[in-house]
């Protein structure tokens, strides 16, 4: 999966530079020449993230992810109030913004097809991410793309804000998420 042209904006928008980004998880992250854009070319059964590893609440975020695969199904995606270590950390507390291409069960624990946000509260297994079970729980699915996954080869947009009392989503320019609560404020990253 590839993302480039991201944006981050609390009233002009400006070019994001990737190069102070971290990655944590087993997966591999390849920084692009130009440092807008990342590719994941290793993905695992625990999640991935690369994130900006500073307070990014009262940001709009604005950019594209290319699913560039056609032999795998799994979550895209993006983090909100994320805190270095909290892929593995038992007071983890943070957003998942994830979208899975196609519904299916793997070890007997069933994942949906479809976009949807989470609250993670606490170490993670591979269950409770891909059933959004345990410590991931699940607040809301997409409004149009709740159980329609993404496609292989293709671009789309997103548009992400994120503030203490609200979060919201859009994908392509329609409004997917848009939740109210108290989110606690940490780093913006793909998962």
């Known amino acids: 999966l590839g993302v480039a042209g991201l944006f981050a904006s609390t009233g002009s928008a400006a070019p994001v530079d990737l190069s102070s980004w971290q990655a944590e998880g087993s997966g591999t992250w390849?920084?692009?020449?130009d440092n807008n854009s990342v590719f994941q070319t290793v993905n695992t059964n625990l999640p991935t993230v690369f994130h900006n590893g500073v307070d990014s609440q009262g940001f709009s975020l604005s950019g594209e992810i290319t699913v560039e695969t056609g032999s795998d199904n799994d979550f895209i995606g993006f983090v909100l109030g994320f805190d270095t270590g909290e892929v593995t950390s038992a007071t983890a507390n943070y957003i998942l913004i994830d979208w899975k291409q196609t519904s299916q069960t793997f070890s007997g624990i069933p994942s949906s097809a479809g976009l949807a946000i989470s609250h993670v509260t606490g170490a993670a297994n591979f269950d409770d991410f891909w059933?959004?079970?345990g410590v991931v729980n699940?607040?809301?699915r997409g409004a149009t793309l709740g159980s329609t996954g993404w496609a292989d080869n293709t671009t789309y947009s997103f548009d992400l804000?994120?503030?203490s009392n609200n979060i919201q989503v859009f994908v392509d320019g329609v409004e997917e998420?848009?939740?109210?609560?108290s989110f606690e404020n940490g780093s913006f990253?793909?998962?």
Do not use: K, S
């Open 177 to 181: 998420l848009n939740i109210n609560g």
């Open 189 to 191: 990253g793909f998962y």
């Open 131 to 133: 059933g959004h079970t």
């Open 138 to 140: 699940e607040l809301q």
């Open 30 to 33: 390849n920084l692009a020449p």
């Open 161 to 163: 804000v994120f503030n």
